[in-house]
């Protein structure tokens, strides 16, 4: 059966402090409404509604998509208003109410619970809590029949003790869902239209209220201030961490441990404490990463290193590489098989062919360095002149000396080699010595300044 999506948007969070839009408020790395959105979209939905109202522009801005269609929703009236906002826009067999800000939501667990929507029944995800305190609490019959939902502000203390809580996901028929909402009433202690209504109109008119929880009761957590927001992001990253886990990779803390992104793993892979992955990271059979690293937008090959303290973003490391500790490999770098980059090495659109090595303290930029090339201590690539970029390239089996300095534009031909100390403005011819550095002269009898009285 077609679906149409409803996610609603459209609160301020006061309790979140902040000038940004509550639903914009980040998990690992995301917007928590963007979490919801990845959701819907892996139903496969025929349309997704996001109904918004505080700081509409800049969450439609952050979030626009081709698939999507914003709603506004002016005046914050109750769910039940918001989603009629959407109403025009609804024309599938049945229709799935979704939340901004509630991230962890799993697709297994909506399609259970839209698997049970049909001509004549609606389907609501309700969650058992030790303390349901601020859910509404689900009303059932004495056969076990959901009659209703109470909101906990208008609920009696005989209703607040019931334990099973309305999470609000709720998926109805298609064709009823106008009629309900146009005849929910805001007689209540919000003066609000409640969306929760619609389940006592749903079985005065006869139907069945059947019901789905999730197998995490974290998934329907929403977050009203940031200190529920850091639970989702520890609930977030212990969820991730076990999946990975699970994919056959070694963790040495699971709580020190963060993704920010989609990561693809092989086997045996270990990872130490404090390593952050964010964005697209791709980590092949056999790769291990120190403490205290953050890579981001990378590959890693089969049985490449990355030591401590390492930084990368947008980076390749081959086969059997390694860099760090303390390495940054920028946007651009790529570490041929076995290759090596050291201690404070920094790299930027640069590419080390197979075997180079760059032990430590050197700035690679704008260059591309052949197979089995040894970059000394101290090399600095010249690549900017204050307007322009320019590169280096060096040919296989290089040898750079200490503390160079290559201006580009500039090619080094295959095993050539440079002088340490040297400043080399012009190309090194293949197997040549080129030396740019001044005639040391030694002054005798010269005496060293002493400090004035």
């Known amino acids: 059966m077609?679906?149409?999506?409803?996610?609603?948007?459209?609160?301020?969070?006061?309790?979140?402090?902040?000038?940004?839009?509550?639903?914009?408020?980040?998990?690992?790395?995301?917007?928590?409404?963007?979490?919801?959105?990845?959701?819907?979209?892996?139903?496969?939905?025929?349309?997704?509604?996001?109904?918004?109202g505080h700081g509409a522009e800049q969450v439609r801005q952050r979030l626009a998509g081709d698939d999507l269609a914003f709603v506004v929703q002016a005046e914050q009236l109750g769910t039940g208003h918001a989603v009629a906002q959407a109403l025009p826009n609804l024309s599938a067999e049945r229709v799935l109410i979704l939340y901004g800000d509630v991230p962890l939501i799993e697709?297994?667990?909506?399609?259970?619970?839209?698997?049970?929507?049909?001509?004549?029944?609606?389907?609501?995800?309700?969650?058992k809590l030790d303390d349901p305190t601020g859910y509404g609490r689900i009303v059932r019959d004495a056969r076990g029949e959901v009659q209703a939902i109470v909101e906990h502000k208008d609920a009696s203390d005989e209703q607040k003790?019931?334990?099973?809580?309305?999470?609000?996901?709720?998926?109805?028929?298609?064709?009823?869902?106008?009629?309900?909402?146009?005849?929910?009433?805001?007689?209540?202690?919000q003066g609000e239209y409640y969306l929760t209504d619609v389940i006592a109109m749903a079985v005065a008119d006869g139907m069945r209220v059947a019901t789905e929880q999730p197998l995490?009761?974290?998934?329907?957590?929403?977050?009203?201030?940031?200190?529920?927001?850091?639970?989702?992001?520890?609930h977030y990253q212990q969820r991730?961490?076990?999946?990975?886990?699970?994919?056959?990779?070694?963790?040495?803390?699971?709580?020190?441990?963060?993704?920010?992104?989609?990561?693809?793993?092989?086997?045996?892979?270990?990872?130490?404490?404090?390593?952050?992955?964010?964005?697209?990271?791709?980590?092949?059979?056999?790769?291990?990463?120190?403490?205290?690293?953050?890579?981001?937008?990378?590959?890693?090959?089969?049985?490449?290193?990355?030591k401590a303290n390492s930084h990368l973003e947008g980076a390749v490391v081959g086969e059997s590489a390694d860099c760090g500790p303390f390495a940054r490999l920028r946007p651009g770098s790529v570490l041929g098989a076995e290759a090596h980059v050291g201690n404070f090495v920094e790299l930027k659109n640069a590419t080390l062919g197979?075997?180079?090595?760059?032990?430590?303290?050197?700035?690679?930029g704008d260059a591309e360095i052949g197979a089995r090339t040894n970059i000394g201590a101290g090399t600095i690539t010249c690549n900017?002149?204050?307007?322009?970029?320019?590169?280096?390239?060096?040919?296989?089996?290089?040898?750079?000396?200490?503390?160079?300095?290559?201006?580009?534009?500039?090619?080094?031909?295959?095993?050539?080699?440079?002088?340490?100390?040297?400043?080399?403005?012009?190309?090194?011819?293949?197997?040549?010595?080129?030396?740019?550095?001044?005639?040391?002269?030694?002054i005798e009898g010269w005496q060293r300044p002493k400090k004035q009285s």
């Open 240 to 306: 991730a961490a076990r999946r990975l886990m699970a994919r056959g990779v070694t963790l040495r803390d699971p709580a020190r441990f963060d993704v920010r992104g989609e990561v693809s793993v092989g086997r045996d892979v270990l990872i130490d404490v404090n390593v952050v992955l964010e964005g697209t990271v791709v980590i092949e059979d056999d790769v291990q990463i120190g403490p205290n690293c953050v890579v981001k937008d990378s590959t890693l090959r089969r049985g490449a290193i990355v």
């Open 216 to 234: 995490d009761a974290m998934e329907v957590q929403g977050a009203n201030d940031r200190i529920q927001l850091a639970e989702l992001e520890r």
């Open 107 to 127: 697709a297994d667990t909506l399609q259970r619970l839209l698997q049970k929507v049909g001509p004549e029944q609606l389907a609501l995800l309700t969650v």
């Open 354 to 364: 197979d075997g180079a090595k760059a032990g430590h303290l050197s700035y690679l």
């Open 384 to 442: 900017y002149d204050g307007a322009n970029k320019f590169r280096t390239v060096m040919g296989e089996d290089v040898f750079i000396g200490s503390n160079s300095s290559l201006v580009a534009p500039l090619n080094l031909g295959d095993g050539a080699t440079t002088g340490a100390g040297s400043t080399i403005t012009e190309d090194v011819p293949s197997h040549t010595l080129g030396l740019g550095r001044g005639r040391q002269r030694n």
């Open 161 to 189: 003790a019931i334990r099973e809580g309305n999470t609000g996901i709720l998926a109805v028929p298609g064709s009823r869902i106008g009629e309900w909402l146009g005849r929910l009433s805001n007689s209540n202690a």
């Open 2 to 52: 077609s679906l149409d999506i409803v996610i609603l948007a459209a609160g301020q969070g006061t309790r979140m402090r902040s000038a940004l839009p509550k639903v914009l408020h980040p998990v690992a790395g995301k917007s928590m409404l963007g979490h919801v959105i990845d959701t819907a979209r892996a139903l496969q939905p025929k349309s997704i509604q996001v109904v918004i």
